[in-house]
């Protein structure tokens, strides 16, 4: 290891221009004759529109002109796809409603966009938009998916009756029932997730330019994968062949997954910029944003859990309805599906699952990834019911969960998923030894006395990252292969650069990938640049999400760094008159083994492009690239355990000690992982205590601003207690597993376990408000007096 | 129109301005210093927050003719001769930055805590005074730890001047 290399608390390359304000991000850009769009949106959940009139609007000053769904339909802009196909179990695919990126026959959730204004500037843009005038009939809504599944409501969409998209199911039902028929004990709850809007602190952006004599669009956008933007915006909304259309995605700030979809605004915007022969700009603003965001979770759960006299856990049954709002954004389909209920196994060796996971429509926003995207809301239900079982059979909770473990590898569950590596028992430990375990009845007789309820509760959380194998994924249902591109291109003088096609958004590649080259070659990272975000630059690439960026993209590099040596290697051994499997790379040197000859990467790099001397046949110059496809999931898991204190006066919670304890296999850069996992937990507690999103009845969204939506704020939140187990990831070279979401997934559970236990309440919703809280302390005091 | 001079990061300026021109708008547009961030539109997120006559502001809520006459200092103005900032410094150090957006803000907004309240500072006092700035990246632990370790080192530098 180099003191940049695997293991390096490397401080960030990429800090100075965040820290000085020269980041550049897509709102930062401006280009010659701009113009600034803003979208008409409906104001009703679940309208007819019976007119559209923009006469007012477009004598407006500044306004170059209102377009909406008709003229974008005749130009031929297809609809917005979902690149994920479920099918149902009886073997039909699921049921989509046509999205189109401007709607003018019926609206069906508020925000929903109606057509867009270009203007001089901002300000003109969106007076004009308002005085847009959109005549609505109105129709019946519907917003909580139980309710939309019920006789006689209101239908979205006549391609799915019922409102149904589908009824899937997963595991050996009959086997699963058959255990429940033999259980010494059964644990049933109904277990909510509650809706959450991702709130990234940059709002989405795009900015569009057409050339005309070259017939080529470019668009700059705040993009998680902007190489997936640019495959869907040209083979599937025609906007422009691939070859003839640029995406850039620059600083983008934050995503969280809210940026892999390509949404409506994106699509105007190319379409309006060659319609208006000028440059147009969108920037939404935070309304916009809670609006049109795609939301994550909103899950109803019933589960059951089968125990054996042993209290060994036979079986769990699991009914899951799932919210995804009025339309299938572009991987919603996916998320209540393969990225849940494959994780329902847990930590723990269940022989029996079965779940029946049934997705609808609702008059609200589209329901996508969010960080996690599936697996908190397994998490959340395994995690609820381990606690609750435990607690039903009299055991305490770390020890029931330690009688079920996993304990041998690689490990089958009945949900597809092939555990590879992991020690759940070594992460359980190193977090109750952190939090000081033993010492809690203590504490908790000194709150008792202060007047206080004090909980703890853990939450053992397993996840798969790395995603994904591209011919299982396939297999599953998905429209692209989940692999990673990488190259790597060493300059004349051995400076390097690295395209990727990753994408950072907050997430620090610039470092962690250079740590890797400079592991790899002993060259300070300083001499190493990463490319990203630029489909010019960067031929193809599947973007950042789902923690899969160290496991495969940069398995990607590895594998492309294995050819750069193996070509440097050559050329050295030539150079040296040497065998080439005597050639040692260290320091930044390619070495004879055993010898004090030696040449500097420099050197070799050189001597590849001046090819005065090279070997016989070989191709000047030093640039390799890799797809690595990965052979598996990667498996992180982990123990958090929280401790709260609740007063029962107020219903307040606050959270005194929080630990995590997490086996995210081999770390690049520690300080880097640990504040992946900071923001994790923080987004997991927002969850559990603070964040919800609000629908009234007739589908207005009643927490559209952060006047009204509970974001995590400083003083809601500790600082965290954070322990490292490793068990490495043997499915790719570098050992990794990932870790941008174990925090937001395994933290929930453990906050309501802490919550619940404290106010000794078996059951009860997220967020953990004071006053759901205080209320439940009410209901609960109410019903003890009366037994 | 109306026309706004002020000083910002030390130089006179002037532009001229719709009336509604809010002061983040001027700056970002106007002069390009687009380093001050607009994420809420609010005033609840901080990421616009600037320092109006030593104060601080957050510019997405105020108008650029109410600044007419200031000196405003931005995320830009306060390096000096390409030396970053102590504040600045430490939020690299102690890795309290991730994608950067509400990072300027949250310098801007660390730097006016130490002035109006000092370099001694707790862990519970810089969260509760974090109260008007939104991270969505970090969970605030290392951001808590960087103004900590920033109004330490600020301390030793008040200390050593004396």
């Known amino acids: 290891m180099t003191a940049e290399g695997i293991g390096a608390r490397v401080l960030r390359k990429e800090d100075k221009r965040f820290l000085t304000g020269n980041g550049r991000y897509t709102d930062d850009m401006t280009m010659p004759r701009m113009g600034y769009a803003a979208f008409v949106r409906s104001t009703h959940a679940h309208a007819r529109i019976t007119s559209i009139n923009t006469d007012e609007a477009m004598k407006m000053p500044g306004v170059d002109a209102v377009l909406n769904g008709h003229q974008l339909v005749a130009d031929g802009i297809g609809n917005i796809i979902c690149g994920w196909m479920i099918h149902s179990k009886d073997g039909s695919p699921m049921n989509m409603g046509a999205y189109r990126a401007l709607e003018s026959e019926i609206v069906r959730y508020v925000g929903q966009a109606i057509a867009i204004v270009v203007a001089d500037t901002q300000q003109q843009a969106r007076d004009a938009a308002e005085a847009v005038v959109v005549e609505y009939e109105e129709l019946p809504t519907v917003v909580d998916s139980l309710d939309a599944l019920k006789e006689g409501a209101p239908q979205l969409h006549p391609e799915a009756a019922g409102n149904l998209i589908y009824d899937w199911e997963i595991g050996e039902e009959a086997a699963t029932n058959e255990a429940f028929a033999n259980a010494a004990h059964v644990t049933t709850m109904d277990i909510d997730n509650n809706r959450l809007v991702p709130n990234p602190m940059e709002p989405r952006a795009a900015l569009a330019h057409f050339d005309p004599s070259e017939e080529h669009y470019t668009l700059y956008t705040t993009s998680q994968n902007p190489h997936v933007a640019r495959l869907v915006l040209s083979a599937f909304y025609n906007v422009a062949p691939e070859n003839k259309l640029r995406v850039i995605a620059p600083d983008v700030g934050g995503g969280f997954g809210s940026k892999i979809f390509i949404y409506p605004e994106e699509i105007a915007c190319l379409w309006a910029t060659k319609r208006v022969g000028r440059p147009v700009k969108w920037t939404s603003d935070r309304t916009e944003a809670f609006l049109t965001d795609a939301h994550g979770r909103d899950h109803h759960t019933t589960a059951e859990l089968a125990l054996d006299a042993n209290n060994k856990i036979t079986g769990f049954r699991v009914k899951t309805v799932a919210n995804l709002g009025a339309y299938m954004s572009l991987f919603s389909s996916s998320v209540p599906t393969y990225l849940y209920a494959t994780l329902l196994s847990g930590q723990y060796n269940i022989p029996n699952i079965y779940a029946n996971v049934k997705a609808v429509y609702t008059n609200t926003t589209p329901v996508d990834a969010y960080r996690g995207a599936g697996r908190p809301e397994a998490t959340y239900v395994v995690e609820r019911m381990m606690e609750t079982a435990a607690k039903e059979v009299g055991m305490a909770p770390a020890e029931f969960r330690r009688i079920n473990f996993v304990r041998e590898f690689p490990h089958q569950t009945p949900v597809i998923m092939a555990y590879d590596a992991g020690d759940y028992e070594a992460s359980l430990d190193a977090a109750m030894k952190a939090i000081d375990y033993d010492g809690f009845a203590q504490r908790r007789a000194q709150s008792e006395a202060a007047g206080k309820l004090r909980g703890m509760g853990m939450s053992c959380y397993i996840e798969a990252c790395g995603i994904a194998p591209s011919q299982a994924v396939g297999s599953l249902g998905a429209g692209v292969g989940l692999w990673e591109s990488a190259e790597v291109r060493v300059n004349a003088v051995g400076t390097i650069e690295v395209l990727t096609g990753s994408h950072s958004h907050g997430q620090g590649h610039e470092t962690t990938f250079a740590q890797l080259v400079s592991d790899r070659l002993g060259l300070p990272t300083e001499s190493i640049s990463i490319v990203h975000g630029d489909t010019d630059k960067v031929q193809m690439g599947m973007g950042t999400y789902g923690s899969r960026s160290g496991a495969v993209g940069m398995s990607a590099i590895a594998k492309a760094l294995d050819k750069v040596e193996a070509k440097a290697k050559k050329i050295a051994a030539h150079l040296m008159e040497a065998s080439e499997g005597d050639i040692e790379i260290e320091g930044g040197e390619l070495k004879v083994a055993g010898t004090d000859k030696k040449l500097t990467f420099t050197e070799v790099a050189l001597a590849a492009y001046t090819a005065h001397n090279l070997p016989e046949g070989m191709e000047p110059g030093l640039k390799e690239g890799a797809f690595y496809d990965p052979t598996n999931f990667t498996f992180p898991a982990g123990c958090y355990i929280c401790e709260v204190e609740v007063d029962p006066d107020t219903g307040v919670v606050s959270i005194e000690n929080f630990v995590a304890a997490d086996d995210f296999g081999t770390i690049i850069n520690p300080m880097i992982v640990e504040g992946q996992v900071h923001g994790g937990l923080v987004q997991g507690i927002g969850q559990a205590m603070l964040e919800n999103t609000q629908y009234d009845e007739d589908g207005q969204l009643l927490t559209a601003s952060y006047m009204d939506y509970t974001m995590p704020r400083a003083d809601d939140v500790p600082s965290f207690k954070l322990e490292t187990t490793v068990t490495e990831c043997p499915g790719n070279p570098l050992g990794m597993k990932g870790c941008g979401e174990a925090g937001a997934i395994g933290s929930p559970p453990a906050v309501i376990n802490a919550v619940t236990d404290a106010i000794g309440i078996r059951d009860m919703n997220m967020p953990a408000s004071p006053n759901r809280v205080w209320q439940l302390i009410q209901d609960n005091g109410m019903k003890q007096a009366a037994e | ?162």
Do not use: W
């Not at chain 2, 109410?66 to 390096?79: D, K, R, Y």
């Open chain 2, 1 to 162: 129109m109306t026309t706004v001079s002020m000083t910002v990061n030390g130089k006179q300026i002037s532009g001229e301005v719709e009336d509604r021109t809010l002061l983040s708008t001027f700056l970002r547009e106007n002069q390009g210093l687009t380093g001050t961030h607009v994420g809420c539109d609010t005033s609840q997120c901080g990421a616009c927050l600037v320092h109006m006559d030593g104060k601080a502001v957050k510019s997405c809520s105020m108008l650029a003719v109410q600044a007419s006459g200031s000196a405003v200092t931005t995320i830009e103005g306060i390096s000096q001769n390409g030396q970053l900032h102590i504040m600045q410094k430490a939020f690299k150090e102690n890795h309290g930055l991730q994608c950067g957006f509400c990072t300027p803000g949250m310098i801007m907004s660390a730097i006016d805590m130490v002035n109006r309240l000092g370099t001694d500072l707790d862990e519970k006092t810089i969260r509760h005074e974090l109260e008007g700035n939104i991270c969505r990246c970090t969970g605030y632990h290392n951001i808590v730890k960087a103004i900590k370790a920033a109004a330490d080192e600020m301390a030793e530098v008040l200390e050593a001047a004396e």
